[in-house]
Antibody, heavy 114, light 108 residues
Framework: QEQLQESGPGLAKPSETLSLTCTVS????????WNWIRQSPGKGLEWIGN???????NYNPSLQSRVTISVDTSKDQFSLNLRSVTAADTAVYYC????????WGQGTWVTVSS | EIVLTQSPDTLSLSPGERATLSCRAS???????LAWYHQKPGQAPRLLIY???NRATGIPDRFSGSGSGTDFTLTISRLEAEDFAVYYC?????????FGQGTTVEIK
């Protein structure tokens, strides 16, 4: 059974970079697209961007200037870097598979605070 | 970007009743690439419907989706206790992917 698991620090300081990794188990990252999505009480569900195993990426224009998504096919992992974070970036961050998001990680709560 | 507007915001129903949720898009969704999810507290959303009308793996047949273009509907034929949750629509016909604001289905 394919599963996704987010990992990374639960706390980031303002102006720093938030870095998260999603590990794919029970399947291969060499298919489909792989997404980052976040959810905060004020903004609901927000798609951050996605990456294909080829390395092709798409980003939400609202975050594009601060986001990088990368993939490591040798480890079946993909990662999110969000730069210059503020309190507004506090949210639960999810990774998810596909165009319709058929598999989700459990989510990881990230707080931006000094 | 495509804005999705869900209605109503809250639906108060009893177990066994029929639920009808609406999702309207600000422009036509290519390929009817519209998905529905539900989310329970503390959990990730779960895919129910993709391609507007296709049930995802393991989803019971009391869930059905319909619609095309800009107007889509999720119907739950007979509500069961585990169906009370927040429901979201999402389009994947264009980038950026976008979600509706959600409809809460609560026990009356």
């Amino acid at each position: 059974q394919e599963q996704l698991q987010e990992s990374g620090p639960g706390l980031a300081k303002p102006s720093e970079t938030l870095s998260l990794t999603c590990t794919v188990s029970g399947g291969s990252i060499n298919t489909h697209s792989w997404n980052w999505i976040r959810q905060s009480p004020g903004k609901g569900l927000e798609w951050i961007g996605n990456i294909y195993y080829t390395g092709d990426t798409n980003y939400n224009p609202s975050l594009q200037s601060r986001v990088t998504i990368s993939v490591d096919t040798s480890k079946d992992q993909f990662s999110l870097n969000l730069r210059s974070v503020t309190a507004a970036d506090t949210a639960v961050y999810y990774c998810a598979k596909g165009h319709a998001f058929d598999i989700w990680g459990q989510g990881t709560w990230v707080t931006v605070s000094s | 970007e495509i804005v999705l507007t869900q209605s109503p915001d809250t639906l108060s129903l009893s177990p066994g009743e029929r639920a009808t949720l609406s999702c309207r898009a600000s422009q036509s969704i290519a390929g009817n690439y519209l998905a529905w999810y539900h989310q329970k507290p503390g959990q990730a959303p779960r895919l129910l419907i993709y391609g507007a009308s296709n049930r995802a793996t393991g989803i019971p047949d009391r869930f059905s989706g319909s619609g095309s273009g800009t107007d889509f509907t999720l119907t739950i034929s007979r509500l069961e206790a585990e169906d009370f949750a927040v429901y979201y629509c999402q389009q994947y016909g264009a980038s950026p992917r976008t979600f509706g604001q959600g409809t809460t289905v609560e026990i009356k």
